[in-house]
């Protein structure tokens, strides 16, 4: 792929062609006619939900992890949710965690009751810096939330650490990481609990839904009861066996991911390999074309990691560009390319603000970053020339926006 960067050409903004005739999403689920065939089985069957779907889903996945447990969820912050309260969260405990993430890792700690402590991120992978976490540790903290961002798992080994000598939990948010290799091993089966998005823009769709993978035989029934109200027995179990009786054992909840779901999650699972070889050949793609582009940095890969590219962010170098990012943002979009920013950091909302007077400035690394990302339309389905269509684009509007 070659991209010119030597003229400035009008941009769509204001009044030139755009480099697209049509949108491209930032990120899009793929269904084939085996996922429609599923669902529909499903649904001629006499499970909706907590039938025989759920186990073989979570039997297969956790198989394809590498993992002894594994259980589903009606989301990724369900998910989140009762990993908290199975590490044991509770009011007046806190949990370190990155500002550069998805409310709802943050949040998840907050339903417990406790507080969370955010902590910088690393400038090269925008990951939790666990240097930065070891100076956030008071007698309180009981846990631990890496988060793998845009993919690239987070750097564990020294979270792990600081976790092991401190006696906490460590739930990786790896909600971006399906798929991802640390040091050889997959996400999903170092930490003590891993939780996992189905979203639609996810490497694999339940529609909306959710995982927590763990070797851990008590957190996994912890969680199992927890997603079912507390209740130490499953519905369909009883039924089978003739019975009636349940106990409540917990405060749970209705977490439930429905059969419907985990039809559509084991067909999707079978495409996951090649799901994301395609992404990581888009990433390799992005990479190579953009990595000359001035005023564009990219972030960085870890040795040790093989990324599993949810996203593909990158950062704007402004002091190379005569505009902000918003409108850097406003002409791709104008040019058809449906771009997104991942994220606005937590402590910046302001539910976090009014509720632990956070001013800004906190957390400058992720701050400084935040200003400049821009994440790139990045999903299985996209062809080779979406990809170029986007590169085309960030070159157009960076040579055009240039000092
Ligand atoms: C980092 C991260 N954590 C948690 C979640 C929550 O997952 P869900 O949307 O499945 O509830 C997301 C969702 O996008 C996420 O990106």
Redesign the pocket.
């Known amino acids: 792929m070659s991209v010119t960067t030597a003229t400035k050409e009008a941009l769509a903004i204001h009044g030139g062609t755009p480099v697209r005739k049509t949108r491209l999403p930032y990120g899009r689920q793929s269904i084939d006619e085996s996922d429609i065939q599923a669902v529909v089985d499903t649904l001629r069957s006499d499970w909706l939900t907590t039938g025989p779907r759920i186990a073989e889903f979570e039997e297969a996945f956790a198989a394809w992890i590498g993992v002894q447990h594994a259980v589903s969820f009606s989301?990724?912050?369900?998910a989140?949710h009762a990993a908290a309260f199975a590490a044991g969260l509770k009011p007046g405990d806190q949990a370190i965690t990155s500002p550069l993430?998805?409310a709802?890792?943050a949040n998840c700690v907050l339903y417990q009751g406790a507080t969370p402590i955010f902590a910088d991120v690393s400038p090269d992978t925008l990951n939790l810096d666990p240097e930065k976490a070891a100076a956030g540790v008071t007698p309180r903290t009981k846990a631990i939330l890496p988060?793998d961002y845009a993919g690239h798992p987070a750097d564990l080994e020294p979270v792990f650490q600081i976790a092991e000598r401190h006696g906490w939990t460590v739930i990786e948010?790896a909600?971006?990481a399906l798929g991802a290799e640390y040091r050889g091993r997959r996400v999903g089966s170092l930490s003590h609990m891993t939780?996992f998005?189905?979203?639609p823009v996810k490497h694999l769709t339940t529609g909306?839904?959710?995982m927590v993978t763990t070797d851990n035989p008590g957190f996994a029934e912890t969680l199992s009861q927890f997603r079912n109200h507390g209740i130490n027995s499953e519905a369909r179990r009883r039924q089978t066996a003739g019975q009636w009786q349940y106990d409540m054992v917990l405060l749970g909840f209705n977490y439930r991911l429905t059969d419907i779901g985990c039809a559509l999650g084991l067909e999707q699972l079978k495409r996951l390999d090649s799901n994301l070889s395609r992404r990581r050949q888009i990433a390799a793609r992005y990479t190579a074309a953009l990595r000359g582009i001035q005023g564009v940095n990219l972030l960085g890969v870890r040795p040790d990691v093989n990324p599993a590219w949810h996203l593909y962010p990158i950062r704007l170098e402004l002091n190379a560009l005569s505009v902000g990012r918003g409108e850097v943002f406003s002409a791709l979009r104008a040019e058809n390319i449906g771009v997104n920013v991942h994220y606005i950091p937590v402590h910046r909302h302001s539910y976090y603000r009014d509720r632990f007077g956070y001013k800004g400035g906190e957390y400058p690394v992720a701050e400084a970053a935040y200003e400049g990302l821009i994440s790139l339309p990045m999903f299985h389905g996209m062809s080779d020339h979406d990809v170029e269509d986007v590169v085309k684009a960030v070159s157009k509007v960076v040579t055009a926006f240039g000092r």
Request: aromatic share 10%.
């Open positions: 989301s990724g912050t369900a989140l993430t998805f709802a890792t988060v948010d909600c971006h939780v998005s189905f979203h909306e839904g959710g």
